[in-house]
């Protein structure tokens, strides 16, 4: 591994968390660090991007959301 690529290893959980916490999905933070940290093309930066995305929202919801009541139910 490049010192670049453990780096990104670090910043990158701690952007996604931010990120997660203001509502953005994560893709915003997710491509141009894959560009600028790992050399990767665009293209696979934007699925690996679409990847995390999916996950993260994936894990809001049944972590955080699918058990708690609507706030308008009785």
Known sequence: MLPMEIVAIIILPIL????SVG???????????VIGFYQMAPKEAIAI?????FESAFIRFFFFSAW???PESK
């Not at 996604?16 to 990120?19: G, K, P, S």
């Not at 509502?23 to 660090?33: R, S, Y």
């Not at 991007?49 to 995305?53: G, H, K, L, Y």
Request: net charge neutral; proline share 4%.
């Open 23 to 33: 509502g953005v999905g994560g893709g915003v933070v997710v491509v141009p660090i």
């Open 16 to 19: 996604l968390a931010f990120a």
């Open 49 to 53: 991007s679409a990847v995390i995305v």
């Open 68 to 70: 708690r009541e609507h």
